[in-house]
């Protein structure tokens, strides 16, 4: 396996901005025992302040990041990881930290995820455009009087493309147009301000990499599912977070939920929708793919990082409710009023072959899920159905 | 002529966002004395205080908008021009105003103009972003609450394009990639934090008219020369602003003020560059345009807003001089390193069908800058020359 053979080489020092979440916890663990330099987390934990804004909470219970790194030390006997709790849009603080550690690989994940958050009213419309926009802005333009050539990994979505009636390929596209050609960046129709802080954040990049010869990685990903990692499972203390309410779950962890508690597994509308999903694990290993392969100077490349994207949203809740079955759930499915504006009824063909071409190694998607309904089965009873429902719409 | 025709129609509410710009008071006294309703101003008289910032200010003095107001009242006899001093990226303030006022037209020029400003440092990369771009979403989510019938102009830029290497058509373009088709906005490769800024603003304006239905007319200006309109040559209390430094002066601007003062005009680079121009008056009828045929319901249109294309800034700084002499100016042309990124010698085709549509006639260029000569004689012992060069660079 490509991302195995590669791993002893892997020195590097990590800065991963959003080192609190779902996402960013995986990486400081994946990368804290694969990594022989030091992991630096930072996170203003708004997550945490979210979901006690919005009443709800992780349903896997999580450790201050004091109490996960401690256990980490014991855990695998390596002391790399540290932890800043800080906000990114603070350049001074920023500044500081990019000065002294001097990091070669930077993930930004710090971005406020959830595309209903987003839409919820006018002040989380703002706020989610100021800390997504600002803080990767920060980013770019400190990472040019910092650390000019460390590599910055940037977490973009797929939900930037939207759903065009065309193949979306990864990032630019040669086109032909009124008998002329050209190598342009591909049209962006997000669907929520979340969305669009993602683009804006895109943009950005790719036109500070040109000005300032930075190097980065753009990943589009799909939507990410699972409960655990390699790492995460191995104890309480350093498990990761889990998401499952109106706003911030996502759909094959939202269909999963619903059948082990119970609700009706709830496509939005028609359910014909298509979109791109990857496991958590298939999500780190792409980042060290990444990490493995950088981008050369003044390069700005993005990956489309999706590994299944054939099944309309109904057939994966058709999937879940057999594989509850299997589990001993008797699950049902209801497709509800879509709280979106989306086509419910689309083309969609993302092109991944660069991913395929560093060598990803997909875990498989029935046996993930399957391995969802153990994972979640020892907090069956945590669950708080109130907060299933989606509660935000866009219009 | 089409704009003089349906003149005598016009009976809105119009609010001007920005109205102590350049374009901005133009379009004040330009619809204050079209309009048979009110039209209101707001400012957050940013311009003057960047003015102060960068040791420079406005060649032409310019009157504070009570006296501007006064003076216009007396001139025309009308009184329905207002003013308001704010922020727009302060909702609460923008909010009181649209649900009393009640605006049918908005025109949003509050956007800080200069590319060169925002690529300052990152406070001004993080302060043009902020203003410019939650100015605009704070709009567009307020509209939907207090007026959501009101018709918004909003103030784009060429610029947001970059200089691809096939035809610029009108925000949206039908393509044909791999084998299937799909009419997609059309890509944006905007050259200064300054012009993402604007993209982002127009990627929100279309995602707000399409989920909540507001009428939008997004207008991608190319660059306007000029001194006076018909109206704010009439009296210097009702003076427009003009400038000519190196961070807010535009191209022609800047070359008939070079010729004047005796400093050599300087293209950038190569000279090669080419980009779309309009005259002040121009600019004024195109949105008389707009608003007697604005959009349907949920409609968002783009119109490339420009009518001069096809010389380089070679030829316009020639152009320059020629007048230059025939006014008795011995001016002389010098290119100067190019303290921007951009490519300086490539295609540029910008389609611009639909003002031409609409019925827009355009001034003689020629003529206009002649008379530029004219309007800036008068202040010719003002230039402060130390100001005329170009010190912010992008790299």
């Given at each position: 396996m490509a991302a195995k053979k590669k791993q002893k080489q892997m020195k590097e020092t990590i800065l991963i901005l959003g080192a609190d979440g779902y996402i960013g916890w995986s990486a400081m663990l994946y990368f804290g025992v694969r990594n022989n330099g030091r992991v630096v987390g930072v996170d203003n934990y708004s997550k945490r302040k979210q979901m006690k804004e919005i009443k709800s909470e992780s349903l896997i219970p999580i450790e201050s990041m004091n109490t996960r790194i401690k256990s980490y030390e014991k855990m695998f006997n390596k002391n790399n990881l540290d932890f800043h709790e800080f906000d990114i849009t603070d350049a001074k603080l920023l500044g500081k930290l990019l000065k002294t550690l001097k990091p070669t690989v930077i993930f930004n994940f710090a971005q406020m995820p959830s595309a209903p958050y987003s839409m919820l009213d006018l002040d989380h419309a703002v706020w989610t455009t100021k800390n997504n926009v600002i803080g990767n802005l920060n980013l770019l333009w400190l990472m040019k009087e910092h650390c000019p050539n460390a590599h910055l990994i940037k977490m973009g979505t797929m939900g930037e493309y939207g759903t065009p009636n065309i193949d979306i390929p990864e990032g630019f596209f040669e086109i032909d147009y009124n008998g002329r050609k050209d190598n342009l960046p591909f049209p962006k129709?997000?669907?929520?301000?979340?969305?669009?802080?993602?683009?804006?954040?895109?943009?950005?990049?790719?036109?500070?990499?040109?000005?300032?010869?930075?190097?980065?990685?753009?990943?589009?990903?799909?939507?990410?599912?699972?409960?655990?990692?390699?790492?995460?499972?191995?104890?309480?203390?350093?498990?990761?977070?889990?998401?499952?309410?109106?706003?911030?779950?996502?759909?094959?962890?939202?269909?999963?939920?619903?059948?082990?508690?119970?609700?009706?597994?709830?496509?939005?509308?028609?359910?014909?929708?298509?979109?791109?999903?990857?496991?958590?694990?298939?999500?780190?290993?792409?980042?060290?793919?990444?990490?493995?392969?950088?981008?050369?100077?003044?390069?700005?490349?993005?990956?489309?990082?999706?590994?299944?994207?054939?099944?309309?949203?109904?057939?994966?809740?058709?999937?879940?409710?057999?594989?509850?079955?299997?589990?001993?759930?008797?699950?049902?499915?209801?497709?509800?009023?879509?709280?979106?504006?989306?086509?419910?009824?689309?083309?969609?063909?993302?092109?991944?072959?660069?991913?395929?071409?560093?060598?990803?190694?997909?875990?498989?998607?029935?046996?993930?899920?399957?391995?969802?309904?153990?994972?979640?089965?020892?907090?069956?009873?945590?669950?708080?159905?109130?907060?299933?429902?989606?509660?935000?719409?866009?219009?």
């Open positions: 129709q997000a669907g929520s301000f979340y969305h669009w802080a993602k683009v804006f954040e895109t943009q950005h990049t790719n036109f500070a990499s040109k000005i300032w010869g930075l190097r980065a990685t753009d990943l589009m990903q799909g939507v990410v599912y699972g409960v655990t990692t390699e790492e995460s499972k191995m104890s309480n203390e350093v498990s990761n977070s889990f998401y499952y309410d109106g706003i911030f779950g996502t759909a094959i962890n939202r269909f999963v939920s619903q059948a082990i508690c119970g609700s009706p597994i709830t496509p939005f509308g028609k359910g014909k929708q298509t979109r791109g999903f990857l496991n958590i694990k298939d999500s780190m290993q792409c980042f060290e793919l990444y990490v493995m392969n950088p981008p050369k100077k003044g390069e700005y490349r993005v990956f489309n990082q999706l590994v299944e994207q054939h099944r309309t949203v109904n057939t994966l809740a058709k999937m879940v409710k057999r594989i509850a079955k299997k589990k001993g759930y008797n699950a049902t499915i209801k497709n509800i009023k879509n709280p979106r504006l989306e086509s419910e009824d689309h083309y969609y063909n993302a092109i991944t072959s660069k991913l395929e071409g560093l060598g990803l190694k997909p875990c498989n998607f029935e046996e993930e899920i399957e391995r969802m309904f153990d994972d979640l089965e020892p907090y069956k009873d945590k669950f708080d159905k109130k907060t299933l429902t989606p509660k935000v719409k866009w219009k």
